[in-house]
């Protein structure tokens, strides 16, 4: 079993080394994206009933345009019979970029969509508290009736309705008549 942080970290150093770090960001997020569309590849690329050539074949057929180190990671992957690590390895490169660049990611999670507006004051107000470039997605969640939710830095700040809710629910059935 790989250590898919170590890898993303790798593939990294060698992008800033020969300068195609912004380029294999891009192929990155674009093949998160279609490994997340089409889940089955990772399975051909895994399977011991393909032969490594065939293996090997269909990745420099699918990732023809992509940067050459990181087709040959997905390759090296792929000999190993350890594709199935690849979204991890893709995952935390992105992670190892976003941290040598100074951005934090948040998600907002609210009952509606956030306008531009909101969305520019909460991502002022978090840079200023973290000193980093943070880019929002806000996610819209009905249930959780008002408020927000945040999560970045691997906690989650929560101020929704719901909780509040749930919370003095908690204190009325555990007081005492």
Do not use: W
Not at 10 to 20: D, M, N, P
Not at 124 to 136: E, H, N, P, Q
């Amino acid at each position: 079993m790989i250590n898919a942080i170590e890898y993303g970290r790798a593939l990294f150093l060698l992008t800033e080394e020969v300068g195609s770090t912004e380029r294999v960001r891009e192929d990155v997020t674009v093949l998160i994206a279609a490994i997340e569309e089409n889940p089955d590849v990772i399975k051909l690329l895994d399977t011991p009933a393909v032969s490594k050539a065939e293996r090997l074949s269909v990745i420099d057929k699918i990732l023809s345009s992509v940067d050459v180190n990181l087709c040959s990671l997905v390759k090296m992957l792929a000999e190993k019979r350890e594709a199935h690590s690849l979204i991890k390895v893709l995952k935390a490169y992105l992670s190892v970029y976003d941290e040598a660049r100074g951005i934090e990611r948040v998600e907002a999670i609210t009952a509606i969509p956030l306008s531009e507006e909101q969305v520019k004051r909460l991502t002022d107000r978090l840079a200023k508290r973290t000193g980093k470039t943070v880019i929002v997605t806000n996610t819209v969640d009905p249930s959780i009736l008002g408020g927000i939710k945040l999560r970045y830095m691997g906690i989650q700040l929560d101020g929704s309705l719901k909780t509040r809710l749930d919370g003095f629910e908690k204190m009325l059935t555990d007081t005492i008549i």
